[in-house]
Nanobody, 123 residues
């Protein structure tokens, strides 16, 4: 399984950004997918996830500002974050679950990871 994340960049506080993650080598529609982030000096944390049924799951830190969506035909998952804040600055990773027809937000349950795309939010 290969994941390619893109869409990061330097933005100002209050802006919006959409990240994309394209997957190959997997029957995408049967797996949960997620976005995680790691800020400098901090642990990696869950941001948003989408179950194989399409149910959305969000961390409290982005709830109401983020939307995760998936295009199973294109094997792609998106993350849009609105009203970006400096504390959203991080390296953002997409991931696919280890097991089909199963989803949790725990990073240990994700077996394939993208390379990360950097989001920097200036105040």
């Amino acid at each position: 399984v290969q994941l390619q994340a893109s869409g990061g960049g330097l933005v100002q506080a209050g802006d919006s950004l959409t990240l994309s993650c394209a997957a190959n080598g997997i029957t995408f529609r049967t797996y949960g997918v997620g976005w995680f982030r790691q800020a400098p000096g901090k642990e990696r944390e869950f941001v948003a996830g989408s179950t194989y049924t399409g149910r959305q799951d969000y961390a409290d830190s982005v709830k109401g500002r983020a939307t995760i969506s998936r295009d199973n035909a294109e094997n792609t998952v998106y993350l849009q974050i609105n009203n970006l804040k400096p504390e959203d600055t991080a390296l953002y990773y997409c991931a696919v679950g280890r097991q089909s027809y199963y989803y949790t937000r725990a990073d240990i349950d994700f077996g394939s990871w993208g390379q990360g795309t950097l989001v920097t939010v200036s105040s």
